[in-house]
């Protein structure tokens, strides 16, 4: 696990971009649960930053496909899968770990 930000940097209900070994990882706090995934949209390349977090998925901002913020299906368009990554959160410290 590599320590990816600290809790208090994504508020809840919101995001931050992360470079974590020279990736870019959208961190997402959903009151209190921490989500990792990568910002670039498997459809499109679309930054999913500004994609809107409902019902445990974000929608991508650019043509609207909803991920599962958990494991990163969609289920309207099953071909496409936002990469996600398992989070821990020690203290202050969010931990992702890459692959
Ligand atoms: S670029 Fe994300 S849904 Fe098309």
Request: with cysteine; charged share 20%.
């Amino acid at each position: 696990m590599i320590p990816a930000a600290k809790l208090s940097d994504v508020p809840n209900f919101g995001k931050k971009v992360v470079t974590v070994s020279d990736r870019e990882i959208l961190l997402i706090n959903v009151k209190g649960t921490i989500y990792a995934c990568e910002n670039e949209c498997p459809h499109q390349s679309s930054p999913m930053t500004a994609g809107v977090v409902k019902e445990g998925s974000i929608s991508c901002p650019r043509h609207g496909y909803r991920f599962n913020l958990a494991n990163g299906t969609c289920a309207d368009h099953p071909e496409y899968t936002l990469k996600t990554y398992p989070v821990q959160v020690n203290g202050e410290e969010i931990l992702v770990e890459l692959d």
